[in-house]
């Protein structure tokens, strides 16, 4: 007796005769291999980043949006900041609230502030807040 498939299109007999052979993989020696070519450009295009920290004191309600201002936040260094530093036009912000990135439409950022969009949800005291600001200068 001869198994089919659930729909009866396919008999063992047909798998057996029709199987798909790969070809085997061979392993190769990356360090024989020349790497391409570098293109050195006319200019040199540097990233510089600026990060920004602040641990939510007390509880923020976000129904109708919220106003960080720059003061709360410590730079890399663990150093107060009156403002941020930021790249327009050759860069942009990103925002993590508890390590995650936040959406571009759900905040600003300006010199001088975080601003947060209404949103049904509260942010609880002890909840980090990261700022990165990356810019791209060329030299």
Do not use: H
Not at 120 to 139: D, K, M, R, V
């Amino acid at each position: 007796m001869k198994k089919m498939d659930p729909q009866n299109l396919i008999s063992d007999s047909w798998c057996e005769n029709n199987r798909v052979f790969l070809p085997r993989i061979k392993a190769v020696d990356i360090c024989s291999i020349q790497p391409p070519p570098v293109v050195i450009p006319e200019g040199t295009v540097i990233p510089i980043i600026n990060r920004y920290f602040y641990i939510v004191a007390e509880d923020i309600d976000l129904t109708n949006g919220t106003t960080l201002p720059a003061n709360l936040f410590t730079d890399d260094n663990g150093d107060p900041v009156t403002e941020f530093k930021l790249f327009n036009p050759n860069g942009y912000v990103n925002l993590y609230i508890n390590a995650v990135m936040q959406e571009g439409g759900a905040y600003k950022v300006t010199s001088d502030s975080l601003n947060l969009k209404p949103f049904n949800a509260t942010i609880f005291a002890g909840t980090p807040i990261i700022i990165e600001s990356l810019g791209f200068q060329q030299i």
